[in-house]
């Protein structure tokens, strides 16, 4: 059971260049997330989605872009890379029912020079 | 929007320390997550606490769901070298539209001296 996947682990990127942060899960969870994780900061919702078809803003959706075409698969787009993306990015994923946690990917570390 | 308050920031201990952080939150949660990161990984759930006073073990683990359900504690008994990294509370509030989204501290490092 692979759980949360995550790829690639490592980017760099140059500004103004546009990527996919690719995430998929194989537990068959409704809910899916991505955060963005800096230095001494916690992690920030960035999108989510609730099921196929179906995605909405977080905390920090600006420079980023989702799309939910099927339940295992949530990608997450930059656009027009900029040095403020420059973090590492974490997938999560949950049951429906409000009392199942999230389990996280192992994270891709992106920077933007 | 809601804010937690995770301390301390970094803990520096001995091997067989015991070890407490904690979190409070400035409005109401109705589950509280605590999870840790190792290195280069994604955070992984230690403790879940989904009743106001609940207290859950998981091994040398203890956390509790404060009674005011705007704070939460983590105890670490015996500390051994492998609890090392950064350990953040979340809390989830389950209302309504939003039960889905988590509220996470800033993390707490934990170092452990052998």
């Known amino acids: 059971n692979a759980g949360v996947t995550q790829t690639p682990k490592f980017r760099i990127l140059k500004i103004g260049q546009s990527m996919t942060l690719q995430c998929t899960q194989d537990?068959?969870?409704?809910?899916m997330y991505w955060y963005r994780q800096d230095p001494g900061m916690g992690l920030k919702l960035i999108y989510y989605s609730v099921g196929a078809g179906i995605t909405d803003k977080g905390e920090v959706p600006n420079g980023y872009n989702v799309s939910r075409s099927t339940t295992e698969d949530f990608p997450l787009r930059l656009e027009l890379a900029a040095p403020s993306q420059t973090s590492v990015y974490f997938c999560?994923?949950?049951?429906?029912?409000?009392?199942?946690?999230?389990?996280f990917g192992d994270g891709t570390r992106l920077s933007i020079l | 929007g809601q804010q937690l308050n995770q301390s301390p920031q970094s803990m520096f201990i001995q091997e067989g320390e015991d070890v407490s952080m904690n979190c409070t939150s400035s409005s109401i949660f109705n589950t509280w997550l605590w999870y840790k990161q190792d290195p280069g990984e994604g955070p992984v759930l230690l403790i879940a606490l989904y009743k106001a006073g609940e207290l859950t073990s998981n091994g040398r683990l203890t956390a509790q769901f404060g009674i005011t359900r705007k704070d939460s504690f983590l105890n670490i008994s015996a500390s051994i070298p492998s609890d090392v990294g950064i350990y953040f509370c979340a809390g989830q509030l389950n209302s309504g539209g939003s039960n889905y989204k988590l509220t996470f501290g800033k993390g707490t490092l934990l170092t452990v001296n052998p």
């Open positions: 999560a994923s949950s049951y429906r029912q409000s009392n199942q946690p999230q389990h």
């Open positions: 537990m068959n969870h409704n809910y």
